[in-house]
């Protein structure tokens, strides 16, 4: 983190959050507190483990998280964000995602954007 960018790191991915995404970020690193944070206080883990300095395990994380929303819902919803951000093939070759599949997210995305662009022309032509 910096001044100017967020940026968290996802094993070998490291991803740049935009406003307003980072501002929880930014809030946390000011005033962690004692009960939000690993108990080293130069831990770099965001959601700390079991044991002192390590961090929480995936599939524990996922268990967790799937109580509260659908991460497959979540996960796809992404990946239709992202096709609208940059090209398929960066896309799948960062996320280790076969081209076709992230293809068949962008037409979806596409046609979702295109019948929300056609029901709000109808909404502000009808009387």
């Not at 929303?69 to 070759?93: C, D, N, Q, W, Y």
Request: proline share 9%; charged share 20%; net charge positive.
């Amino acid at each position: 983190m910096t001044k100017e960018l967020v940026a968290i790191r996802f094993g070998t991915i490291q991803v740049t959050l935009p406003d307003p995404l980072e501002r929880p970020w930014r809030e946390f690193t000011a005033n962690p507190g004692p009960e939000l944070a690993a108990t080293h206080p130069d831990t770099k883990w965001v959601f700390r483990g079991a044991s002192p300095g390590r961090h929480i395990h995936p599939g524990h994380l996922t268990t967790r998280l799937s109580k509260l929303f659908s991460t497959r819902a979540a996960r796809l919803g992404t990946l239709h964000e992202l096709t609208k951000l940059a090209p398929v093939a960066i896309i799948a070759e960062t996320l280790d995602y076969s081209p076709t599949t992230i293809e068949r997210h962008a037409t979806d995305s596409a046609v979702a954007y295109a019948q929300h662009v056609a029901a709000t022309r109808a909404v502000r032509q009808s009387p």
